[in-house]
């Protein structure tokens, strides 16, 4: 008997020690290991990292020239090295260029990370709803399941009607539809809930630590000056920038590369001096230095590049300007939607929530008593119900809307 006990006992001991977190714990859980997220710092290192090649100077040549060159002498031989350097102006172009991929980089991670932020709220909200939403349907389940027992009772006595056990039964199927429902419902909202947090299909998703939807506090920020500041605009803006970096790299191409050479090389048979004697064998060496500039002959391609990146930073800077444009004004909708959601909400726990508790209590003695019929008591309840779940989706929306208006404003 004591080990029977205990196997019952195991699954309640083992969910008892599953992990739990808040909403806030999920985020910076989903910060840490979201692969999105880290593919954006990926991204961002591969830009820091590619910083020292602005000063690149290309390969060094080194060269051997060696044979019947100079005499009829066959062992002849030169050395030589010479390095083309850019024009001194491709460095401090190339350099501004870098740094502002990397800031380019930098601000797409933090949108990455924004958006990031509110899909895990979002879907945790989600989740807390659906849960508090299977509640709300266990008790419709219990409550629909008495009244058609009742009905059934009355069916067989005489007293009630075949409609009245047909609509009860109805009912009742209904609301277990809906239980099967939400329980499909709950398990897709908690494989996107994994997935938002990088958590393989096999990982056990935490308890949440809220006990309902009303415990999650959110505060939402009331400030149109952060549009301004929103990561998403930052990353756009900083793409105009990074195109006028591009357009400076591609007009300093433009401009000669100067080249600089040293050789050293032997000269059998030749005199040594102005006197004709003695003549240079292959220990004597002849050296000197050699200087140039590398000029674009056809410079009309370098020129379409420098052209196509000033339309290039035309578009980054509209798509920058009209994203401005549509996050204020999402922004300020965002605004009317939450003062919205938070009329509606108060109406429900003001007036229609308590009222709702009285017709379920009211009509259920009334309808035992005998002083209704199943009509308006099945009426009754429906519009409780209703009111209950109107309450619980009004909830879940005030939530949603607050979580917005703090993405808008880049507060994840």
Same mark, same amino acid.
């Given at each position: 008997?004591?080990?029977?006990?205990?196997?019952?006992?195991?699954?309640?001991?083992?969910?008892?020690?599953?992990?739990?977190?808040?909403?806030?714990?999920?985020?910076?859980?989903?910060?840490?290991?979201?692969?999105?997220?880290?593919?954006?710092?990926?991204?961002?290192?591969?830009?820091?990292?590619?910083?020292?090649?602005?000063?690149?100077?290309?390969?060094?040549?080194?060269?051997?020239?060696?044979?019947?060159?100079?005499?009829?002498?066959?062992?002849?031989?030169? +050395?030589?090295?010479?390095?083309?350097?850019? +024009?001194?102006?491709?460095?401090?172009?190339?350099?501004?260029?870098?740094?502002?991929?990397?800031?380019?980089?930098? +601000?797409?991670?933090?949108?990455?990370?924004?958006?990031?932020?509110?899909?895990?709220?979002?879907?945790?909200?989600?989740?807390?709803?659906?849960?508090?939403?299977?509640?709300?349907?266990?008790?419709?389940?219990?409550? +629909?399941?008495?009244?058609?027992?009742?009905?059934?009772?009355?069916?067989?006595?005489?007293?009630?009607?075949?409609?009245?056990?047909?609509?009860?039964?109805?009912?009742?199927?209904?609301?277990?539809?809906?239980?099967?429902?939400?329980?499909?419902?709950?398990?897709?909202?908690?494989?996107?809930?994994? &997935?938002?947090?990088?958590?393989?299909?096999?990982?056990?998703?935490?308890?949440?630590?809220?006990?309902?939807?009303?415990?999650?506090?959110?505060?939402?920020?009331?400030?149109?000056?952060?549009?301004?500041?929103?990561?998403?605009?930052?990353?756009?803006?900083?793409?105009?920038?990074?195109?006028?970096?591009?357009?400076?790299?591609?007009?300093?191409?433009?401009?000669?590369?100067?080249?600089?050479?040293?050789?050293?090389?032997?000269?059998?048979?030749?005199?040594?001096?102005?006197?004709?004697?003695?003549?240079?064998?292959?220990?004597?060496?002849?050296?000197?230095?050699?200087?140039?500039?590398?000029?674009?002959?056809?410079?009309?391609?370098?020129?379409?590049?420098?052209?196509?990146?000033?339309?290039?930073?035309?578009?980054?800077?509209?798509?920058?300007?009209?994203?401005?444009?549509?996050?204020?004004?999402?922004?300020?909708? &965002?605004?009317?939607?939450?003062?919205?959601?938070?009329?509606?909400?108060?109406?429900?726990?003001?007036?229609?929530?308590?009222?709702?508790?009285?017709?379920?209590?009211?009509?259920?003695?009334?309808?035992?008593?005998?002083?209704?019929?199943?009509?308006?008591?099945?009426?009754?309840?429906?519009?409780?119900?209703?009111?209950?779940?109107?309450?619980?989706?009004?909830?879940?929306?005030?939530?949603?809307?607050?979580?917005?208006?703090?993405?808008?404003?880049?507060?994840?």
């Amino acid at each position: 008997m004591k080990k029977l006990i205990s196997l019952l006992l195991l699954p309640l001991a083992a969910f008892s020690q599953r992990p739990s977190w808040n909403m806030e714990g999920a985020v910076q859980y989903a910060l840490q290991h979201n692969k999105s997220l880290q593919a954006a710092d990926a991204r961002v290192q591969y830009f820091r990292q590619l910083l020292p090649t602005a000063g690149d100077i290309g390969k060094t040549e080194v060269a051997l020239q060696y044979g019947q060159y100079n005499s009829y002498v066959k062992n002849d031989n030169n +050395f030589s090295i010479t390095q083309a350097i850019p +024009f001194p102006t491709n460095f401090g172009a190339r350099k501004q260029l870098g740094e502002s991929q990397l800031k380019e980089a930098g +601000f797409l991670k933090a949108n990455t990370s924004n958006e990031l932020a509110y899909q895990v709220k979002e879907a945790y909200l989600q989740l807390l709803y659906l849960q508090e939403q299977r509640a709300l349907l266990l008790q419709q389940d219990s409550l +629909f399941n008495a009244f058609a027992k009742k009905a059934e009772l009355r069916y067989r006595t005489g007293e009630g009607k075949m409609l009245e056990k047909t609509a009860s039964d109805t009912r009742k199927q209904e609301v277990e539809n809906l239980l099967r429902q939400n329980e499909a419902d709950m398990k897709i909202a908690t494989t996107r809930l994994k &997935a938002f947090t990088g958590m393989s299909e096999a990982d056990v998703l935490p308890l949440p630590a809220e006990g309902s939807l009303a415990d999650v506090t959110l505060t939402p920020v009331f400030d149109s000056t952060r549009i301004s500041q929103h990561p998403l605009l930052q990353y756009l803006q900083q793409q105009a920038v990074t195109a006028d970096k591009q357009q400076k790299v591609y007009a300093n191409a433009i401009l000669p590369d100067i080249t600089l050479g040293y050789f050293n090389q032997s000269l059998i048979g030749t005199p040594v001096n102005a006197s004709g004697a003695p003549l240079a064998t292959g220990g004597n060496r002849f050296q000197g230095f050699q200087v140039g500039l590398a000029l674009p002959v056809w410079a009309r391609p370098m020129r379409a590049r420098v052209k196509a990146e000033a339309q290039q930073e035309q578009a980054a800077t509209l798509t920058f300007e009209q994203n401005s444009i549509q996050l204020q004004s999402q922004y300020t909708q &965002a605004v009317q939607q939450y003062v919205k959601q938070m009329e509606n909400l108060r109406y429900y726990t003001q007036s229609a929530l308590p009222n709702a508790g009285l017709i379920v209590k009211q009509s259920q003695l009334a309808y035992s008593a005998g002083e209704i019929g199943y009509a308006e008591h099945f009426l009754n309840l429906e519009q409780a119900l209703n009111i209950r779940q109107g309450y619980l989706k009004s909830l879940l929306d005030n939530k949603i809307a607050a979580c917005y208006l703090n993405y808008l404003a880049g507060n994840q």
